[in-house]
């Protein structure tokens, strides 16, 4: 079993900055990929950014690319979302995702965390 635990959401205007944090713990050795995910009100969840437990490899929505970039930190056990240039319609809830393989795709993943609202409006 693994636990994630997702940090550093909140209110930003657009064009701000939010780095999410997302801790994993418990048997960890059971997954080689986090993945970030989003979902807003009224729509369906998307991957937005994952990256690979192991050489760093990582993936961007392109929605996302070139404004968010994801980094990992193996000795902590925790993944970053580093989010630049917000806009409104980045405003979801986001959700960190641990599994055995690295992609944008929800079933790649069997642990989830509880996700950490992003909220961008003037």
């Known amino acids: 079993q693994v636990h994630l635990v997702e940090s550093g959401g909140g209110l930003v205007q657009p064009g701000g900055s939010l780095r999410l944090s997302c801790a994993a713990s418990?048997?960890?050795?059971?997954?080689?990929?986090i993945g970030w995910f989003r979902q807003a009100p009224g729509k369906e969840r998307e991957g937005v950014s994952s990256?690979?437990?192991?050489?760093?490899?990582?993936y961007y929505a392109g929605s996302v690319k070139g404004r968010f970039t994801i980094s990992r930190d193996n000795a902590k056990n925790t993944v970053y979302l580093q989010m630049n240039s917000l806009k409104p319609e980045d405003t979801a809830v986001y959700y960190c995702?641990?599994?055995?393989?690295?992609?944008?795709?929800?079933?790649?993943?069997?642990?989830w965390g509880q996700g950490t609202q992003v909220t961008v409006s003037s």
């Open positions: 995702a641990a599994g055995s393989h690295n992609g944008l795709w929800a079933f790649l993943y069997n642990y």
């Open positions: 418990g048997f960890i050795v059971d997954y080689t990929a």
């Open positions: 990256i690979s437990k192991s050489d760093g490899s990582t």
